[in-house]
T-cell receptor, first 116, second 115 residues
């Protein structure tokens, strides 16, 4: 079956602009996660959704970052007033269930964001 | 705050040799994951370790978890070139039988296997 998909695969934007990154989870997965991976580092947790609600947004670096999942499936990560330090690969993952059993996370291919 | 440390960060191996990657973490957890990442690619799940003493094997890779020592190992047996990649361990913040879902990753170990 189809895995996690993310669009766009690459995004170049100018400092100060607004961007939206989209994630389409595996069908039937109720939990969805966003991570950010900088060059040479491990992924860093940003936010996760259980259904439509953000269960934990403690990893969002500041209020320029916001994410939604209005219908409990597709999610959009929104970044306002982008800064060069936001440049990274943004990874999305989904899993069957969080808070019970083994919530193995399946990762998408990522969106490489470059802020110039 | 949960911290996850891997060592070594860089590992250059000859084909046919054995080696172990270590993953230490700072707070109680009984859910640990190993992922593989090829250059420019996303993360591929290798192992899910769910309890103290868990051991999983797939091909030339074997992973184990010691929750009391807060240590997981990824052992490579008779390395081949195709194993060259970056390997990450990730610890779930949850404990007590429920999975929280928020993973904290180690820095990654870049493995290069050469002839």
């Amino acid at each position: 079956g189809a895995g996690v998909s993310q669009t766009p695969s690459n995004k170049v934007t100018e400092k100060g602009k607004y961007v939206e990154l989209r994630c389409d989870p595996i069908s039937g997965h109720t939990a969805l996660y966003w991570y950010r991976q900088s060059l040479g580092q491990g992924p860093e947790f940003l936010i996760y959704f259980q259904g439509t609600g953000a269960a934990d947004d403690s990893g969002l670096p500041n209020d320029r970052f916001f994410a939604v999942r209005p219908e409990g499936s597709v999610s959009t990560l929104k970044i306002q007033r982008t800064e060069r330090g936001d440049s990274a690969v943004y990874l999305c993952a989904s899993s069957l269930i969080a808070r019970a059993g083994a919530a193995e996370q399946y990762f998408g291919p990522g969106t490489r964001l470059t802020v110039t | 705050e949960l911290k996850v440390e891997q060592n070594p960060l860089f590992l250059s191996m000859q084909e046919g040799k054995n080696y172990t990657i270590y993953c230490n973490y700072s707070t109680t957890s009984d859910r640990l994951y190993w992922y593989r990442q090829d250059p420019g690619k996303s993360l591929e799940s290798l192992f899910v370790l769910l309890s103290n003493g868990a051991v999983k094997q797939e091909g030339r890779l074997m992973a184990s978890l010691d929750t009391k020592a807060r240590l997981s190992t990824l052992h490579i047996t008779a390395a081949v070139h195709d194993l060259s990649a970056t390997y990450f361990c990730a610890v779930d913040s949850g404990a007590g039988g429920t999975s929280y879902g928020k993973l904290t990753f180690g820095q990654g170990t870049i493995l290069t296997v050469h002839p």
